[in-house]
């Protein structure tokens, strides 16, 4: 008796086909429950897991085809009712694709297409795949599975961009055909055209045909749009829609979706139209049943002979449930089944897969770990985002490949202005998904962890708060640091620069301090005012330089002291004036100075002093003036010089004394003059000394001059005396004037009539003394 359907394990066992029911259909894993007779009852059930079973089903024209799959679960279901000899083994039969779905996986993908994911995923298994697909892909800047099987990863994938997959059987395989496009289907192998019979058709067709045929119209959405946001182009429109009305009442109904998932306009069209197609597959759909042996889901066949013309056209079979049963293997035993039920769409409608696989969801925020480049401590982008590595990914390297660019929250964030605080290589951070997806994480906060430990020891500083930051490729010891101590008694802000601070206030600042400040200032102190400058200082004010200090006014300096002022310099003091000086002192004025003061001054200088003025100078004072110094003293002008005094004048000096001037000196007291000397008085003038006087190389005239002299030895040698009218008196002594001639300075004596009256003196001529009581020769 020949056999419809025979099934063989990879293994060889000898086995024999009782009967099968199953269903499988486009973007689905096909299952067929397998009933098999063998007479053994202890087969090894184990070892048929996972073996290759091919069901060989004979066509009416001799062809054969075949349905492959894996064995996934085996059960000895007892003995055979209709036979004692046989056992039946009842075995469910999956695709290899089955396998995906006993995974759990999370793993990140970065800039992929879903093709190249889905090569990428599909590559662990060693089973065969064929690609047909015609559109292109954009690459996904990160696409994640999470916690999820990698059949429903692939599944959601494929759904999303409206691909879709079935099985092409083969005798000792399957292999996993995926698309994109009705046109890549090919007719059904021998049965590319199959008749319709009704079932009230008398007798029996000699070919196989389908008797039941059932043409479904639906009422599905007529628009789908959709909309997304691109941070990096935030003003761009990501809206998108596609219409395809269908012509009843309410065939203008529109499906909306939120996070379209996309980031380009023409990628929301695209998407907007594959949504559109999986909606409106189901408006026009056929179910029929029959004996067709050859049906299978994938292909494409053409019906013929439906009295309604308009069904005989061609069609993409999308789903097939088989029932099958071998007659018995007894004389009394059952009759042979082979019944199809199948599902098909028109060929000229886009078959797109119903997106059925739910997106996994985060169900709450999560702390990752933020890597980065290795060697660097921060490692962002121009928007702020950052790489971290989540703690569930064991594929990452824990470098800057691990994530894609996460952008971080801030507590303000404004065109150009705001706050930033970039998290960096090593710190822990809280990241959520927005709305749940584990394709879209951003960074919402940061957390301690043994390993970083807060910068101020806890809870011992648990009054304090602020910020610390980190030097890049620094130490505990360099950061820049703003605190608050909140310790009462205590409170204090501490602000630390490790190395620049930079202060800019565009209006007013006001500081208020109301206790003491002080400032240390390690380098160098620039402050620039462009508006007035007022200081007060209320109490004492002390200023100590170590170096030296200048002081450059280009404008007027007005300086006013109401109390003493003291200035002492220990150096040197140059001033240098270029134009006029004027010193108001209304009370007194002391200077002293105890090394050297040079005074350059190249215009006129006017001292006026109402008062005294007392200058002591214990060292040399060397007093340079180039052109015209003029003095107005209306009081006492007292100068005690316990050093030389030496002064050079280049030009004429006149001094006008309305006082009396007296010069006291101590030692010797010189007066020189290189052409000559007059002494002019009305009145009598009076020299006193103790000592001898010597007159050399000197012409003395008197007229009229008394001279008077007493008690003065008066040595004369070379020297030339004339006196004319001259009345010399000479009581107790007399003068008598010879004819002398000095040998040194040849000088000549003549005595023309001078009468010298002279009290208690003894003149002598040629080395006499002269002792003078009072001489009144010059002023």
Not at 270 to 297: C, D, F, K, T
Request: with cysteine; net charge negative; glycine share 10%.
């Amino acid at each position: 008796m020949n056999r419809v359907v025979s099934a063989r394990l990879a293994s060889g066992e000898d086995l024999l086909f009782r009967a099968m029911q199953g269903h499988e259909s486009l973007s689905s894993l096909f299952e067929f429950d397998v009933e098999l007779l063998s007479k053994s009852v202890s087969l090894d059930m184990r070892g048929m897991l996972g073996q290759w079973l091919t069901l060989d089903i004979e066509q009416s024209g001799g062809a054969k085809r075949h349905l492959n799959g894996q064995v996934t679960r085996a059960t000895m279901a007892g003995r055979d009712g209709s036979t004692e000899r046989y056992y039946v083994y009842r075995l469910t039969v999956r695709p290899w694709l089955w396998y995906l779905t006993q995974t759990s996986d999370s793993k990140i993908f970065q800039q992929k297409s879903v093709p190249d994911v889905l090569r990428e995923v599909l590559a662990e298994y060693p089973y065969p795949v064929e690609y047909k697909l015609t559109a292109s892909y954009r690459n996904w800047e990160y696409c994640v599975q999470y916690q999820e099987s990698d059949f429903a990863f692939v599944s959601r994938l494929m759904e999303h961009e409206g691909i879709y997959y079935w099985f092409k059987h083969e005798g000792d395989k399957h292999t996993l055909v995926i698309t994109d496009d009705t046109m890549q289907h090919d007719p059904l192998p021998g049965s590319e055209t199959i008749a319709y019979y009704a079932p009230d058709n008398f007798g029996s067709p000699l070919e196989e045909f389908l008797a039941g045929w059932e043409p479904v119209e639906e009422i599905t959405p007529g628009g789908f749009a959709t909309v997304d946001y691109d941070f990096r182009k935030p003003a761009a429109s990501l809206d998108a829609r596609r219409e395809n009305p269908g012509p009843y009442e309410g065939g203008n109904l529109e499906v909306y979706e939120w996070m379209g998932g996309y980031t380009e306009a023409d990628q929301g069209e695209q998407y907007s139209r594959v949504r559109l197609e999986a909606l409106q597959a189901r408006q026009a759909q056929v179910y029929g049943h029959g004996n067709v042996r050859a049906l299978a889901p994938g292909y494409l066949f053409t019906l013929r002979n439906h009295p309604r013309q308009a069904e005989n056209r061609e069609y993409l079979i999308v789903g097939v449930r088989y029932r099958m049963q071998e007659s018995g293997y007894a004389s009394d035993a059952r009759q042979g089944l082979f019944d199809v039920q199948l599902a098909a769409l028109p060929s000229s409608t886009q078959y797109r897969a119903p997106r059925q696989t739910p997106l996994p969801y985060t169900h709450g925020p999560q702390t990752a770990r933020v890597v980065g480049k290795p060697g660097e401590e921060i490692w962002t982008d121009e928007y702020g985002r950052i790489k971290v590595h989540f703690h569930w990914d064991r594929y990452g390297q824990r470098n800057e490949n691990s994530s894609c660019w996460v952008r971080v929250s801030s507590p303000w964030a404004g065109s150009g202005f705001g706050g930033i605080q970039l998290p960096r290589v090593g710190d822990e951070v809280i990241v959520d998904f927005i709305g749940g997806q584990p394709d879209r994480p951003i960074v919402v906060g940061r957390v301690y962890n043994a390993g970083n430990m807060p910068p101020w020891e806890l809870p011992g500083n648990a009054t304090q708060s602020g910020f610390l930051s980190r030097t890049k490729q620094g130490n505990p010891a360099t950061a820049n640091a703003l605190m608050f101590e909140d310790l009462e008694g205590s409170e204090r802000i501490w602000l630390h620069a490790e190395r620049d601070m930079v202060t800019e206030v565009e209006a007013n600042e006001n500081h208020t301090t109301d206790g003491w400040r002080n400032t240390l200032i390690g380098g160098s102190d620039t402050l620039r005012v462009e508006g007035l400058r007022t200081t007060t200082v209320v109490g004492h004010e002390s200023e100590f330089f170590e170096a030296g200090a200048d002081r450059t006014v280009t404008g007027e300096v007005n300086e006013t002291v109401t109390g003493n002022e003291n200035r002492k310099f220990t150096g040197d003091v140059v001033e240098t004036i270029t134009g006029n000086v004027e010193e108001t002192i209304t009370g007194n004025l002391t200077q002293t100075t105890t090394g050297d003061v040079t005074r350059t001054i190249t215009g006129p200088v006017l001292d006026k002093t109402t008062g005294n003025v007392d200058e002591t100078i214990t060292g040399n004072l060397t007093q340079t003036t180039t052109g015209d110094v003029t003095r107005t003293i209306t009081g006492p002008v007292v100068d005690t010089i316990t050093g030389a005094v030496e002064t050079t004048v280049t030009g004429d000096t006149t001094a006008t004394n309305t006082g009396t001037i007296t010069h006291t000196v101590t030692g010797q007291y010189d007066i020189h003059a290189n052409t000559g000397m007059t002494v002019t008085t009305p009145a009598w003038k009076v020299v006193n000394t103790g000592t001898t006087e010597f007159w050399r190389a000197s012409f003395m005239a008197g007229t009229p001059a008394r001279l008077n002299i007493v008690g003065v030895s008066a040595d004369l040698w070379g020297a030339r005396a004339q006196g004319y009218g001259l009345n010399l008196q000479g009581g107790v002594a007399k003068l008598d004037f010879f004819y002398i001639t000095n040998s040194n300075a040849k000088a000549r004596m003549q005595n023309i009539g001078a009468l010298i009256t002279n009290t208690a003196a003894a003149v002598h001529t040629g080395g006499a003394n002269i002792i003078n009581k009072v001489i009144s020769l010059f002023t």
